[in-house]
């Protein structure tokens, strides 16, 4: 299973990013998908999610608004439109992938595999 996480870069506040994570090697329409980040010094923190089919998504509360999750299941690909971006947001973002998401999917012990991460990098 490998799940590749794309898109990060350096970036102006009030910017906007798309982050890309392409997974291989899992039933990818089986799987809820979610976002999370770690930001310096600081624990990883659930960002956001959607179910199998795109119809469900989930956000966390201080982020919804601004960021917007979605997949193609055509293309194995979820995604994380990030817009009005802020110092703060500044982290590695994982992608991850979830069978059967048993404690629900903004909780990290829900999720099987997980990408190596993009570093996203808000300058002020």
């Known amino acids: 299973v490998q799940l590749q996480a794309s898109g990060g870069g350096l970036v102006q506040a009030g910017g906007s990013l798309r982050l890309s994570c392409a997974a291989s090697g899992l039933p990818f329409s089986r799987h809820d998908m979610g976002w999370f980040r770690q930001a310096p010094g600081k624990e990883r923190e659930f960002v956001a999610a959607?179910?199998?089919?795109?119809?469900?998504?989930y956000y966390s509360d201080s982020l919804k608004g601004r960021f917007t999750v979605s997949r193609d299941n055509a293309k194995n690909t979820v995604y994380l439109q990030m817009n009005s971006l802020k110092p703060e947001d500044t982290a590695v973002y994982f992608c991850a992938a979830a069978y059967r998401a048993n404690f629900g999917v903004r909780y990290e012990g829900s999720y099987e595999h997980w990408g190596q991460g993009t570093l996203v990098t808000v300058s002020s």
């Open positions: 959607l179910n199998r089919i795109g119809s469900m998504t």
